[in-house]
């Protein structure tokens, strides 16, 4: 059990601050985390090429210290150590917030199990700011991040997630939408889409409608630039309920007519069906009044 109090307490270590940066328009920038960078005692860039171009812009002069998935793990306890002696370090992503799709998590873990404070500011957020644009419903949601890349791991991703009722939010490469999209659709259906590109920049985009409609308009005009996905969740058919309810007993029963004890037959009905076990048991049962 740990309680962090941000800013009620004298510390003799510094403090570890994730600040956010724009993801594209540098106008998104906040007054509170360009102090913050010009404060601290250094910055932790994912490319301190592309971070230097900022500081340059809001004329930060703070050192910088490239921290990236390829460094990460010589360069946490050279950070960790930094914090401890009282020096105060920032750490960005390229665009946006930190510890998504960065190895901003694991210097996190390390500094909490340290003791050290742990203060994030809010920003930009590239899923969040496309899902509350996208027309489809905002809440509940779960954020993914990059599919995997090889067609048949994201179709068994997509297997395992294409009932979840909630609004999906997905990071994907210009260059490998058609394909990710034509995945979706394989094993989601034709649902409510949109794909957005180049968000808070010149060509931002947003296309909604169907995954097919998408896929028939970016065959004839390609995405260009960094773009999301955002997938509507998975609804019910009226008669779907109905339909498992008077045949999915009988399932179980002819499992169990080739020698499976009954939890068993139940479990394997419900698994092979997307159907809930205990709901199914209560089913066989007579036990859903």
């Known amino acids: 059990m740990q309680v962090q109090k941000s800013f009620k307490e004298e510390l003799s270590c510094g403090t570890l601050y994730l600040v956010p940066t724009p993801i594209g328009n540098l106008d998104d920038m906040t007054f509170r985390s360009i102090e913050v960078l010009k404060t601290v005692d250094m910055i932790a860039a994912e490319d301190t090429r592309n971070t230097g171009l ?15 998935e390829h460094n990460a793990f010589e360069k946490i306890p050279e950070l960790i150590s930094c914090l401890k002696e009282g020096k105060s370090l920032a750490q960005v992503s390229d665009a946006g917030m930190p510890s998504i799709s960065d190895p901003g998590h694991d210097l996190v873990k390390a500094a909490v199990a340290e003791g050290i404070p742990v203060v994030a500011l809010p920003g930009a957020s590239a899923g969040i700011t496309a899902l509350i644009a996208s027309g489809l419903a905002p809440q509940p949601h779960v954020f993914y991040g990059f599919l995997p890349r090889k067609s048949g791991q994201q179709k ?22 058609k394909e990710t999209l034509g995945n979706i659709l394989a094993v989601y259906g034709d649902r409510q889409a949109a794909l957005v590109r180049e968000l808070t920049k010149l060509y931002e985009e947003y296309q909604r409608g169907t995954v097919s409609e998408l896929l028939d308009y970016i065959a004839e005009t390609p995405p260009k630039g960094e773009c999301l996905l955002i997938i509507s969740g998975y609804e019910k058919q009226e008669n779907e309920q109905q339909l498992s309810e008077a045949n999915l007993k009988d399932l179980v029963e002819e499992l169990i ?8 037959a139940i479990k394997k009905v419900a698994k092979d069906n997307n159907f809930n076990r205990q709901e199914l048991y209560q089913i066989y049962h007579g036990l859903d009044s």
């Open 54 to 68: 900022l500081l340059k812009h809001f004329d930060i002069a703070t050192r910088q210290m490239s921290f990236h």
């Open 156 to 177: 068994s991703f997509l297997e395992a997630k294409k009932r979840y009722p909630e609004t999906q939010i997905f990071y994907e490469s210009p260059y490998r939408v």
């Open 257 to 264: 007519g080739k020698g499976m004890r009954p939890n068993q």
